[in-house]
T-cell receptor, first 115, second 112 residues
């Protein structure tokens, strides 16, 4: 069975700072996908970034980037130049693609950006 | 192209009543997924459906819960004889075959 662990229940930084959210996972599979989702107070699940395990290059999306360490089974999210609108719950998620997009989520990290 | 539509957004049921949650996938999406989010937790997979077929229901409780995705109309998650422990946010996601999944805004079920 696959598991996803987020060891930081809460984090808080000042606006414009850089913050890194941690995520580790456990799997015996070799081909899989990893995701970071953002859930603001509206509860909408918003895909932030996606990484395919077969790609060595770390994914980036504007101010968001990941540090994917496959051997260590680690997938951290870095948010640069943080903004007030980044305040949300952040969930790390894992998926084996077997014709179904069945996601396994971590417990979440509540991130607060302070003005 | 409207996103994944879930209704109602909020649903209150008394213990023992039935809850029906609806999910209209994005246009062109034939795959639907249901997830449950308990307070202060991540989402947990419940069931994966394609039109008229349940493909994977490994996350569904064995009793009282059922799901369908008919040829016409939205996908329905049905919870019979609700109990307080069913109170949660229920999310639907949809995708095309081999495509990216998008989430709806969820239905918050409160059992009183």
């Amino acid at each position: 069975a696959q598991t996803v662990t987020q060891s930081q229940p809460e984090m808080s930084v000042q606006e414009a700072e850089t913050v890194t959210l941690s995520c580790t996972y456990d799997t015996s599979e070799n081909n899989y996908y990893l995701f970071w989702y953002k859930q603001p107070p509206s509860r909408q699940m918003i895909l932030v970034i996606r990484q395919e395990a077969y790609k060595q290059q770390n994914a980036t999306e504007n101010r968001f980037s990941v540090n994917f360490q496959k051997a260590a089974k680690s997938f951290s999210l870095k948010i640069s130049d943080s903004q007030l609108g980044d305040t949300a719950m952040y969930f790390c998620a894992f998926m084996i693609y077997q014709g179904a997009q069945k996601l396994v989520f971590g417990q979440g990290t509540r991130l607060t950006i302070n003005p | 192209n409207a996103g994944v539509m879930q209704n109602p957004r909020h649903l209150v049921r008394r213990r023992g009543q039935e809850a029906r949650l609806r999910c209209s996938p994005m246009k062109g999406h034939s795959h639907v997924y249901w997830y449950r989010q308990l307070p202060e937790e991540g989402l947990k997979f419940m069931v994966y459906l394609q039109k008229e077929n349940i493909i994977d229901e490994s996350g569904m409780p064995k009793e009282r819960f059922s799901a369908e995705f008919p040829k016409e109309g939205p996908s329905i998650l049905r919870i019979q004889q609700v109990v307080r422990g069913d109170s949660a946010a229920y999310f639907c996601a949809s995708s095309p075959p081999a495509g990216k999944a998008f989430f709806g805004q969820g239905t918050r079920l409160t059992v009183v």
